[in-house]
């Protein structure tokens, strides 16, 4: 139950992070999911941004070395990678 779970976030997560990606630097949507927070953060473990949780999704499954945004910019190579994971995620 849990890899359906956790797949499932994967899915929509990689799914909807290529289609930001293609968007363009300057939608703000962009901005959001590579930026880097203007606040003073709080004391602890510093906190996960997008781009954070793409990176270490595409390292758990062995594909961490790629530059992800320019991957994403040519959809149907975009759409094989994640369709290819999640073939590979299934129990």
């Not at 781009?51 to 040519?74: H, P, R, S, T």
Request: overall charge positive.
């Amino acid at each position: 139950m849990f890899w359906v779970y956790k797949g499932f976030f994967f899915l929509r997560r990689m799914r909807w992070s290529g289609h930001v990606a293609r968007t363009g630097e300057g939608r703000g949507v962009y901005r959001i999911l590579v930026g880097k927070p203007e606040r003073k953060r709080a004391l602890g473990r510093s906190r996960r941004r997008w781009e954070d949780n793409i990176k270490m999704d595409l390292l758990e499954v062995g594909c961490g070395g790629m530059d992800w945004i320019e991957l994403a910019q040519d959809r149907d190579r975009w759409r094989s990678l994640v369709n290819a994971v999640m073939n590979l995620r299934v129990p």
